[in-house]
């Protein structure tokens, strides 16, 4: 068994090696995918890699979709700044003998621009938008060590001209019951634009990304940490790990739960000049009534403002 977790991981570890050595640029395309996904992930400040029993693993560990022990199904909005709105929808269920599938979809709604000519006369407006669908399978490879794969259609819209792409996911989860430990790694967005805005190819926001999640002994806390964005380049060795999330969610009641998270790569992209506040920081709620449970989320960015998510999810 053991063997078999170690060689498992080394493939992940390998796999990304390989992505690693080819460069990426600095400036990708469709962006709209890093963004967090559902309010409860949001609060906990995206680390999510190692998260079970919840559908919307789809969009950050396809392997977690393994841990489904019924049907679930999973609806939120997203309130950005200015008038940019997003929301995404997600489903996953196990079929018997098969494995675990789940579908989803993420949208952003970027609004209404005013357009003008070359010396600024108003000319009419135009719009812009982004668009993902998402489909994932996870399986058993041993008792406890999951893997998954998923693979996404992309679209985007801005002012007339299109864009429109395919990308993959891979992740694997091994879950240490006895120790209430949890460990994963996850590849996304490996893939490459089918057709340009206006013939520049550009790269897609790969992301490896490792974390772990413990729930420490005697306490009704479930902790997690990620490691976001190894597969990119860093002056320095340990450079590559200042992307890092702490989250963590307490169960308050039977149907009350509280989370917490922590950014360390938006705290400090975030930071004006000596100025520190709350940026990076994030927080958030989820109450279950009835069969239904409901999350708000809430993502300080300092003096930029806050970002607002509100999700419902329910057993099927």
């Given amino acids: ?85 997003a929301g995404y929808i997600s489903y996953g269920q196990s079929f018997e003998d098969i494995g675990e599938f789940a579908a989803g979809a993420i949208y952003t709604n970027y609004g209404s621009f005013t357009e003008t000519d070359a010396v600024g006369n108003t000319i009419g407006s135009f719009t812009a938008s982004d668009l993902a669908i998402d489909l994932g399978y996870a399986n058993t490879l041993d008792q406890n060590l999951y893997y998954g794969v998923g693979v996404k259609v992309i679209y985007s819209s801005i002012a007339g001209y299109t864009s429109s792409g395919l990308a993959g996911d891979f992740g694997l989860l091994y879950v240490m019951p006895d120790n209430k430990m949890t460990i994963g790694a996850s590849i996304r967005n490996a893939g490459r634009q089918l057709s340009t805005y206006l013939g520049t190819r550009e790269d897609l926001p790969l992301d490896f990304t490792v974390g772990g999640s413990i729930v420490p002994k005697g306490l009704p806390l479930l902790l997690n940490v990620g490691f976001h964005k190894l597969n990119e380049s860093a002056d320095k060795f340990w450079d590559r790990f200042a992307p890092f999330t702490v989250g963590g969610e307490f169960t308050a009641s039977k149907a009350v739960f509280l989370r917490f998270g922590y950014d360390n790569e938006a705290r400090k992209d975030l930071r004006v000049g000596t100025t520190t506040g709350l940026e990076g920081f994030s927080g958030g709620i989820g109450i279950i009534v009835s069969d239904y449970r409901f999350d708000y989320s809430l993502s300080a960015l300092g003096v930029i403002g806050n970002l607002h998510r509100i999700s419902v999810s329910s057993n099927f």
């Fill in 1 to 85: 068994m053991h063997r078999l977790v170690i060689a498992a991981c080394l493939t992940v570890l390998l796999l990304a090696a390989g992505i690693t050595a080819s460069a990426q640029s600095s400036n990708t395309v469709y962006d709209f995918l890093r963004n967090d996904v559902g309010a409860r992930a949001a609060a906990m400040a995206g680390s999510f890699v190692t998260v079970t029993d919840d559908p919307n693993a789809l969009f950050y560990n396809p392997a977690s979709l393994g841990t489904l022990q019924s049907a679930k199904g999973s609806v939120g909005f997203f309130k950005h700044l200015l008038d940019i709105n």
